[in-house]
């Protein structure tokens, strides 16, 4: 399959992805990195997705329909998020202890 059919093919679950993370349906589990619980995007049940194991305990993922899944996408995008925020703050409290 070409590069274009296949990005053409994942952009929808990254939208879908996105959706989930701005929707506050992705939630680390506390004590455990890597681990999510991800709200399913109808409203009709909760996913554990594992980022070490790259897995989701959802249907598609299962069945193998669609990997990575927009459960996993959106528990990388939060990680990504996360990850930048730090990196903002550790670079804000950089430029202030320069200035002082």
Do not use: W
Not at 62 to 88: D, F, M, N, S, W
């Amino acid at each position: 399959m070409r590069l274009k059919e296949r990005m053409m093919g994942f952009l929808p679950r990254l939208e879908k992805a996105q959706a989930l993370l701005e929707g506050g349906k992705v939630h680390p589990v506390l004590g455990k990195d890597g681990l999510f619980v991800v709200e399913s995007q109808e409203g009709k049940g909760h996913y554990l997705v594992d980022l070490e194991g790259e897995t989701c305990t959802c249907p598609a993922f299962a069945q193998g329909k669609t990997r990575p899944c927009k459960h996993l996408i959106a528990a990388v995008l939060h990680e990504y998020e996360r990850e930048k925020a730090l990196r903002e703050r550790e670079r804000a409290a950089q430029a202030a202890r320069a200035v002082a």
